[in-house]
């Protein structure tokens, strides 16, 4: 089983619907969860993160995460095509091991 | 401005040679990570480094090398025994502070490395 797994894309959605993104992990030691929002040949920037269980709003980001069932989601309300991008999950580790999914390609149609 | 700094952005060498990435940041981050990314796919951890002289092999270390002389510092050399080393490489940062678990990775622009 991989450390981080996303569910397989690419995800597409029309302008005003909402994305929703999983993330699945193996180790249940992981102790923090992070979004990364990667545009075509741009280094990832982080988009929400979420350390305890539930959810976590900020803007039209939610990041929801049960730790029994090991996985992590994050929702994107009323969706813009500057919203088309690729996202990774990431996870850490008490060891400082931050591991990363292969990421969703989501894509907003006008 | 704090940031992480890679350079240069694009590398090109010949298979064979060894080339070495550099990774600058003045964040005053202990943590320091390198990943590789291929087309289409996610980031995979080459090394990381969480305090000065002290590194730890990632996932996909062989063929790689690094050093933590410095605290701003994690140079990243891709040595001619890594099979594929044509990629882009991200150098991170975090803090490993109080309540360190909680501190997200801060990237450097990335260099893009070719070899051919």
């Known amino acids: 089983q991989k450390e981080v797994e996303q569910n397989s894309g690419p995800l597409s959605v029309p302008e005003g619907a909402i994305a929703s993104l999983n993330c699945t992990y193996s180790?249940?030691?992981?102790?923090?969860f992070f979004w990364y929002r990667q545009y075509s040949g741009k280094s990832p920037e982080l988009i929400m993160s979420?350390?305890?269980?539930g959810d976590k709003e900020d803007g039209r980001f939610t990041a929801q995460l049960n730790k029994a069932s090991q996985y992590v989601s994050l929702l994107i309300r009323d969706s813009q095509p500057s919203d088309s991008a690729t996202y990774l999950c990431?996870?850490?580790?008490?060891?400082?091991?931050?591991?990363f999914g292969k990421g969703i390609t989501l894509s907003v149609r006008p | 401005d704090g940031g992480i700094t890679q350079s240069p952005k694009y590398l090109f060498r010949k298979e064979g040679q060894n080339v070495t990435l550099s990774c600058e940041q003045n964040?005053?981050?202990?943590?320091m990570y390198w990943y590789r990314q291929d087309p289409g796919q996610g980031l995979r951890l080459i090394y990381y480094?969480?305090?000065?002289?002290?590194?730890q092999k990632g996932d996909i270390a062989e063929g790689y090398s690094v050093s933590r002389e410095k605290k701003e510092s994690f140079p990243l050399t891709v040595t001619s025994a890594q099979k594929n080393p044509t990629a882009f490489y991200l150098c991170?940062?975090?803090?490993?502070?109080?309540?360190?678990?909680?501190?997200?990775?801060?990237f450097g622009n990335g260099t893009r490395l070719t070899v051919t």
């Open positions: 964040l005053n981050h202990d943590a």
């Open positions: 991170a940062s975090r803090d490993r502070g109080h309540l360190s678990y909680n501190s997200p990775l801060h």
């Open positions: 990431a996870v850490i580790r008490a060891n400082s091991k931050l591991t």
């Open positions: 180790d249940r030691g992981s102790q923090s």
């Open positions: 979420i350390y305890s269980n």
């Open positions: 480094s969480q305090i000065v002289n002290d590194f």
